[in-house]
């Protein structure tokens, strides 16, 4: 959890130059940035040009007279002054005397202990080197004793001091500038214009800032149970999600399953005709080689007889000869030919499966208040 001073330093650090602001000014959507980083930032735009918050980015109008117009954010100024009033009361005690520590010669024995402290020049001062400050024209410096005191009366100070006229305390509030205001501002500028003592102005704001702090605060809770059920929703959603994948993944699992027997089952189909095919060659093969090589051996027996055999070896064998002829010539070469199959394979129209849901479809949808569930999309198939 944030620590008083971890939440005072971020409410007083610029969001641009990440220092401690510097005149503190003040956007429509209430952010806050140091006036010379807005001039940075802001540097090609003019009056009346509609620009960007450098945070949220909701449009504001610059003023007429520039961005110098932009409301000064004093609760902003007041937290830093405080710092620095703390800074300064944990430092003044028992502290030498600012102005002999300047004058000095180096001799610590000419250097006296500061007692007061001067709100007009910010210095601690010891009781000799205060007097030139209360003899200042006009009513002379705020001039106050160090102690326990001092913070609460220095943020006091600073907080109701006019950041116009130097040394005024606001006093008012004009309705119709929205401002506090000295008793110079008033004469000069707000006369005519409603206004009350700020104490009393105070009181009644108070009610209405309590009020819609109030609302603020309900409408802080309403978001975050909304942020809450959306988060539920979302980690809902992506379960779903997840949910439907691996149902679409196991789905096509199946689908390429099926499609494998299938694929197999026609692998097998082609491997058996293949066999069977390659059986019967075999057969007639064999079949046809028995014939030629008896062929073969008659041919070649007669041509030895008719070229080398004798008269007598002629007429002896010649019956027999034919006989072997004629039983050579009744074998029907053609019966025994080899006559393959004639495969093909006709696949599947694929153009006639693009509308085919093969593997499902994904329908998306919402619910109305009443928790009827609307589709607000097309399903989207999934095909091969």
Do not use: W
């Not at 969001?15 to 000014?25: A, H, M, Q, Y």
């Not at 735009?45 to 909701?58: A, K, L, M, S, T």
């Not at 520039?66 to 502290?95: A, C, M, P, T, Y």
């Not at 696949?347 to 109305?368: A, F, I, N, W």
């Amino acid at each position: 959890m944030a620590t008083a001073a971890s939440v005072t330093t971020d409410l007083t650090t610029c969001s641009i130059c990440l220092e401690v602001f510097d005149n503190p000014r003040s956007l429509p959507c209430l952010h806050a940035f140091c006036l010379k980083c807005l001039q940075g930032y802001f540097k090609h735009n003019c009056p009346g040009d509609e620009i960007g918050c450098p945070i949220c980015r909701e449009v504001f109008r610059v003023p007429s007279d520039g961005l110098i117009g932009l409301r000064h954010n004093f609760f902003i100024q007041r937290l830093i002054d405080n710092k620095k009033v703390v800074s300064i009361s944990e430092e003044v005690h028992g502290d030498p005397c600012a102005v002999c520590v300047e004058e000095s010669d180096g001799s610590s024995e000419t250097i006296a202990t500061a007692t007061v402290y001067c709100v007009d020049c910010r210095q601690q001062l010891c009781e000799r080197c205060s007097r030139p400050h209360r003899r200042m024209t006009g009513d002379g410096h705020q001039l106050r004793p160090l102690g326990d005191e001092l913070e609460r009366e220095l943020i006091q100070l600073q907080a109701s001091s006019c950041d116009k006229h130097k040394g005024e305390q606001l006093k008012l509030y004009c309705h119709q500038c929205n401002e506090n205001v000295c008793s110079i501002c008033f004469a000069a500028n707000h006369r005519n214009h409603e206004s009350g003592e700020i104490p009393e102005v105070a009181e009644k704001f108070r009610p209405k800032i309590d009020s819609d702090d109030q609302q603020i605060v309900t409408a802080i809770n309403s978001v975050r149970q909304i942020l809450k059920h959306t988060k539920q929703d979302v980690s809902k959603f992506l379960g779903e999600v997840e949910s439907v994948t691996n149902t679409v993944l196991e789905a096509g699992d199946e689908v390429k399953r099926i499609v494998d027997i299938q694929i197999s089952a026609l692998i097998t189909e082609l491997q058996s005709v293949k066999s069977d095919s390659a059986k019967q060659a075999c057969t007639v093969e064999e079949r046809l080689q028995l014939a030629l090589a008896a062929m073969e051996s008659f041919h070649t027996y007669s041509m030895e007889l008719l070229d080398k055999g004798r008269p007598s070896d002629i007429t002896r064998v010649s019956r027999e000869l034919h006989e072997t002829a004629t039983e050579l010539l009744k074998y029907d070469v053609t019966s025994v030919n080899f006559r393959p199959p004639h495969v093909t394979f006709t696949p599947v129209d694929v153009t006639q499966c693009t509308g085919l849901h093969l593997v499902g479809k994904v329908s998306t949808g919402t619910e109305d208040q009443s928790g009827t569930e609307l589709v607000t999309s097309m399903s989207k198939h999934l095909s091969t």
